[in-house]
């Protein structure tokens, strides 16, 4: 079965300063991963994904991941946090072994942007 | 990206009324839709996949004969929650996939609609 975890309730960090917003995986197969971010009372909204070809993936807003398959990872990073980016980030997976085409989402990781 | 429409974004009912919720793609057909499931401060939980023209696919544990799901055309998908209760309360969000390809395979990411918050009274 397909799992993610997040291990981190919450992160804090400073405007300006770097961010990461960890996520670990397990699957039988190839993951296909995603990172969304929500806002308070609204839907989802797509980051990125990592389907195949270069680990580093860029996406919406400046924020990248970086897969890791040895580790099992695909954290999310920003060079420099804007008090913006205060929301609840999920990280998800689709295991391509399995005929499952919905996806499997972490616990949910709220990011806190100090001005 | 695509749009995902979702109506109504917040209903209130009695305990025992049914409640309908739409979602519609709208610049692309969606053959899937998925509805999901989240209580405060929680992740995501799938209820459900929707497939056009047949039956949706319940998760184990989802009352399919509580939350109807009909997949009548490729842009709209609906969940009914019969004969409400408190505890059904919730936020409800349904996604679809855009279709795209890498080697054969559905590459694509859901995009999501912006939630109906049902609560029951």
């Known amino acids: 079965a397909q799992s993610v975890a997040q291990p981190e309730d919450q992160v804090n960090v400073a405007e300006g300063n770097p961010l990461t917003v960890k996520c670990t995986y397990s699957?039988?197969?190839?993951?296909?991963l995603f990172w969304y971010v929500q806002y308070p009372n609204r839907g989802l909204q797509f980051l990125l994904k990592?389907?195949?070809?270069?680990?580093l993936v860029k996406g919406s807003y400046g924020f990248e991941a970086e897969f890791n398959k040895s580790q099992t990872s695909f954290h999310l990073k920003k060079p420099s946090a804007l008090v913006s980016d205060s929301a609840l980030y999920f990280c998800?997976?689709?295991?391509?072994?399995?005929?499952?085409?919905?996806?499997?989402f972490g616990s949910g990781t709220r990011l806190q942007v100090q001005p | 990206g695509a749009v995902v429409s979702q109506h109504p974004s917040r209903v209130i009912c009695k305990s025992g009324t049914s409640v309908k919720i739409e979602c519609r793609s709208l610049?692309?057909?969606?053959?899937?839709m998925f509805w999901y499931r989240q209580f405060p401060k929680q992740s995501l939980m799938l209820m459900a996949t929707?497939?056009?023209?047949?039956?949706?696919?319940?998760e184990q544990g989802v009352e399919k004969d509580k939350f109807l799901i009909n997949h009548a055309s490729l842009t709209l998908s609906t969940l009914t929650v019969t004969s409400a209760h408190p505890e059904d309360s919730s936020f409800y969000i349904c996604?679809?996939?855009?279709?795209?390809?890498?080697?054969?395979?559905?590459?694509?990411?859901?995009?999501f609609g912006e939630g109906s918050r049902l609560t029951v009274l």
């Open positions: 996604s679809a996939r855009v279709y795209g390809t890498s080697g054969g395979r559905n590459t694509g990411e859901l995009f």
């Open positions: 699957v039988s197969g190839n993951p296909y």
């Open positions: 998800a997976v689709r295991d391509t072994n399995t005929g499952r085409r919905a996806l499997t």
């Open positions: 610049d692309f057909q969606a053959t899937t």
């Open positions: 990592y389907i195949t070809g270069d680990n």
């Open positions: 929707s497939n056009e023209g047949s039956k949706a696919t319940y």
